[in-house]
């Protein structure tokens, strides 16, 4: 439940941090008893925490949709990221997947870890599949068809210009944004949105994975996955790899600057859209992992360490992001929260400076004028409270108790670690 010495860094977490853990063993729970349906809501589980609990909150038909359709998907990324499967053979794959997901008795062995054995079995998530009604299905296998076409396509070409970036992040991750809108849709709850914002949705949470992915992807075995333009990078080096390297930071830091100043053009959009959602549940599945990325990106920005290791939000944030967004508001706050604390990390001697403030002043703007901000709970705490060893304490007994407790309680069919 996050690293003791977090926690006591901020022990305001605490709380958010055990209403996560209980609800994580709430949603081991609730997995269903049918066999294809167990693995898929498990395997959901392992492959994709955070998520798993937000769509949790879903109405039941929309949820099996929803995590079918990250299902399909990750399988579907799975092939791609296997850079030990030769173009000739992956390129067929990717472009047949939409017709896979209708074979009960389709598998391809591939990928690692958990991702392996969701390939491995994936006759279970193609019977669950088939289960789902007509119109989710169908909006299912178009994305799954035009996002196989597009991965296949970039095989065979690299990211080039920052168009070929938002191309390439178009058939990753902007037709998930398109293909929820659909399903979304047909579940009667929402309008259906127009492709551009449904587009950005997707494009502001892979181009925050892109970033932030940087180092792991460069590394990746036997081949590099290289995403960042070149268009962006060959401004600061010869080769998008001499980025890693310590005696290049400076104008590492400037390239990963520029990165995240090109991510910040989609803020507006998706505060568009998810100012237009109606259902509850919806709004807090779309809005939780757009804060993230937000969070994710003031983090990242002008911070070296995205090319020593992986920079990410810590568990306690995450938990307190899940437990506060309940509100249009809660996002606007957010929002200005973290695009704040990105603001306040701006150099004017950075090449991008202005650009950079321009797009955050703008969707700042947007979430003034909501009028919303104020009597609100910040994400930053300028000066940390002091605690009485006795709060300490008392904090170590509770996460004691509280392991006990769900340890003795831990269902025997599944293990699965936070």
Sequence with gaps: ????????????????????????????????????????????????????????????????????????LRALDTVEDDTSIPADIKVPILMAFHQHIYDRDWHFACGTKEYKVLM?????????????????????EDITMRMGAGMAKFICKEVETIDDYDEYCHYVAGLVGLGLSKLFHASGTEKLFPDSISNSMGLFLQKTNIIRDYLEDINEIPKSRMFWPRQIWSKYVNKLEDLKYEENSEKAIQ?????????????????????????????????????MAIGTLALCYNNVEVFRGVVKMRRGLTAKVIDRTKTMGDVYQAFYDFSSMLKSKVFMHDPNAKTTITRIEAAQKICKDSGTLSNRKSYIVKNQPSYSPALIALLFIIMAILYAYLSANRPNKIKVSL
């Excluded at 994580?24 to 809501?41: D, L, R």
């Excluded at 492959?47 to 769509?55: C, E, G, N, Q, T």
């Design 1 to 72: 439940m996050g690293s003791i010495k977090a926690v006591l860094k901020h022990p305001d977490d605490f709380y958010p941090l055990l209403k996560l853990k209980i609800a994580s063993k709430k949603a081991e729970k609730q997995i269903p008893t049918e066999p294809h349906w167990g693995f898929c809501y498990s395997m959901l589980i392992k492959v994709s925490r955070s998520f798993a609990l937000v769509i949790q909150q879903l109405n039941p038909q929309l949820r099996d949709a929803v995590c079918i359709f990250y299902l399909v």
């Design 120 to 140: 491995d079995q994936f006759h279970h998530v193609s019977t669950a599949f088939l289960e789902l009604r007509k119109g989710y299905q169908e909006a299912i």
């Design 255 to 291: 390239c990963l600057n520029d990165m995240v100043t090109n991510a910040l053009i989609h803020i507006e959009d998706c505060l568009k859209y998810m100012s237009e959602l109606r259902d509850p549940a919806i709004f807090k599945f779309c809005a939780i992992p757009q804060i």
